[in-house]
């Protein structure tokens, strides 16, 4: 079966760093498109950043401007999302998704197209 599995999330404060991690099983994250979203109470999910299977390439989302940087590791079949400069707006249970290939090319969007989620990591930044 196909799992994804994030961890990493907690409280820190702004200005703090954080990584989060996404374990992948089922699928190689060499072959499928891996993606973060986060989602706060009352506002719709938001696609943060994702890394294509085929290329390793990544994107990001704009308001994300340089601080988040999301990578691989072929070996542990994991991706992470490294945040930096962490503000309160980064505030929300962060998601990771896996990409069918088949289905489109990575991308950062509200998810739709991503078949695989995982059950999401608290991240709260707050004084």
């Known amino acids: 079966q196909v799992q994804l599995v994030e961890s990493g999330g907690g409280l820190v404060q702004p200005g703090q760093s954080l990584r989060l991690s996404c374990a992948v099983s089922?699928?190689?994250?060499?072959?499928?498109?891996v993606g973060w979203f986060r989602q706060a109470p009352g506002i719709e999910r938001e696609g943060v950043s994702c890394?294509?299977?085929?290329?390793?390439?990544?994107h990001y989302a704009d308001s994300m401007k340089g601080r988040f940087s999301i990578s691989r590791d072929s070996a542990e079949n994991t991706v992470y999302l490294q945040m930096n400069s962490l503000k309160p707006d980064d505030t929300a249970v962060y998601y990771c998704?896996?990409?069918?290939?088949?289905?489109?090319?990575?991308?950062?969007?509200?998810?739709?197209?991503?078949?695989?989620w995982g059950q999401g990591t608290q991240v709260d930044v707050s004084s």
């Open positions: 089922g699928i190689s994250v060499d072959d499928y498109g």
């Open positions: 890394i294509s299977g085929s290329d390793g390439s990544t």
């Open positions: 998704a896996a990409l069918d290939p088949h289905l489109g090319t990575c991308r950062v969007s509200k998810g739709s197209e991503y078949a695989y």
